[in-house]
């Protein structure tokens, strides 16, 4: 018991290294599970809808809003865009864009709507306006898209007014600065903007949820946030335990150990229990952060089924195993805690990616993945997807077998790790004990 208390003293003196590793790379695992699979927006009363993202649009007119074009456009964007007011100058014009402040710049010039009416009457091409489309999404596209559907729906109810609407021919007409084709064209104008806006033109979505939907996406959460767990648990286990059982192995410590009377299998099974309390917190930390997301995300715990949660679970305690083995092995060595540090980020980020969690299995080379397979991370990621039916295993059922071949070897993985632990440990003892056996004889003599 006092290996027990002692052991836990020293993770509580070190719990920095919990804070950074365990909570803070843990608030990073929520947050790109938030934006992984947060899924489209839902009603209040859970069920998922349909809101297409709106551009941030701005309008510069340089035309004078000669024939309503100008505001047309703006009423015609409003049903799909928001509408952000920018100087006419080229700095303003620079800022927006380079801030993302805006998404698509249109810009009307002078004499435009005259020369769209020349060309309209005559037949030919009408010039394309000046436009710049952010690169960061694809709503700006999808302004401009908007924006092309204006212009040829206005082409074509502005010839059907100067065709027909004030039997004025279309010859006849040579600029828009005549009254009459600054007529024809506002109300070419108001005749868009008002079909534009009529129930006829309104698309009404409607998601429908499919049968075993609600559970495939709980499953996908609550994989997820598993997977990515993968990192913090392997950097803070290896990071604390390495520490915990290098203080144990220091010289002096063992020196004290070996004058008490409590046998070094006793000592070895008390500082493991240490250990697996340590682990065991853990897991439930981690598990209550991959249960919460599936509710905050709109998921149906419940629809997950108690086999699979505990199956994940079980994974996961599997996972913690091969990463305090891991830092047994470590501490074993007597490694520093600066060599400690490094060595459990380092192994971390190898663990995880070459196991298929941060890189889709179908886009990794070969020699990758046969490196990724013999490592425990593979056999994880594996094991998650055969209890869920995610990843390479989607929309099948829970596959006990599967499940229980991979996280059997992950726990031979730990297995051998703690062996080879435990060789090195023993080898440090029988060394400590010829040493101090030498030291006695000496003093003796003198």
């Excluded at 700006?140 to 027909?164: E, H, K, W």
Aim: aromatic share 8%.
């Amino acid at each position: 018991m006092s290996t027990f208390n002692t052991a836990m003293r020293i993770v509580w003196r070190h719990k920095s290294y919990l804070l950074i590793y365990l909570v803070g790379l843990s608030v990073m695992m929520v947050a790109m599970l938030l934006g992984t699979v947060g899924g489209g927006a839902r009603t209040a009363d859970g069920t998922p809808s349909y809101a297409p993202k709106r551009a941030q649009v701005a309008v510069v007119d340089r035309d004078g809003n000669r024939g309503g074009v100008a505001q047309g456009l703006r009423e015609y964007l409003s049903a799909s865009a928001d509408l952000i007011d920018v100087d006419d100058t080229t700095q303003s014009l620079q800022d927006a864009v380079t801030t993302n402040r805006v998404d698509y710049v249109l810009i009307i010039p002078n004499g435009y709507v005259r020369n769209f009416a020349d060309k309209a009457a005559q037949g030919e091409a009408i010039e394309p306006l000046d436009t710049v489309t952010s690169y960061t999404s694809a709503v700006g596209a999808m302004a401009n898209m908007r924006v092309q559907g204006f212009f040829a729906s206005l082409r074509t109810a502005y010839l059907a007014q100067i065709a027909g609407a004030n039997g004025v021919v279309a010859g006849d007409i040579a600029t828009a600065n005549a009254p009459a084709a600054v007529t024809d064209m506002a109300k070419a104008v108001a005749q868009v903007v008002r079909t534009a806006k009529g129930p006829q033109a309104r698309t009404q979505v409607k998601v429908v949820q499919a049968e075993g939907e609600a559970s495939r996406y709980a499953k996908r959460v609550y994989a997820s946030g598993l997977k990515f767990g993968g990192y913090p648990i392997v950097a803070s286990m290896i990071m604390v335990i390495s520490l915990v059982v290098g203080i144990f192995g220091l010289p002096e410590t063992r020196r004290r150990a070996s004058a008490s009377p409590l046998k070094p299998l006793e000592s070895s099974v008390s500082l493991l229990s240490a250990c697996a309390v340590v682990g065991i917190g853990t897991a439930l930390y981690y598990l209550a952060l991959c249960l919460g997301p599936v509710g905050y995300l709109g998921g149906d715990l419940a629809a997950i089924g108690a086999g699979p949660v505990l199956m994940g679970a079980g994974t996961m305690l599997a996972y913690i195993v091969v990463a305090i083995s891991i830092g047994f092995v470590l501490g074993q060595f007597g490694v520093s805690e600066g060599s400690a540090n490094g060595f459990a980020n380092i192994v971390g980020l190898i663990i995880v990616f070459t196991s298929g969690i941060w890189f889709d299995p179908s886009m990794m080379p070969a020699t990758l993945i046969a490196v990724g397979k013999m490592l425990p991370g593979w056999w994880y990621a594996d094991a998650i997807d055969r209890a869920l039916g995610t990843g390479a295993y989607l929309g099948e059922a829970a596959n006990v077998a599967g499940w229980a071949s991979s996280t059997a070897l992950m726990l031979l993985f730990a297995f051998a790790l703690l062996c080879i632990g435990l060789a090195v440990g023993a080898v440090r003892r029988r060394r400590l004990g010829t040493t101090a056996a030498g030291v006695t004889v000496l003093s003796t003599v003198v």
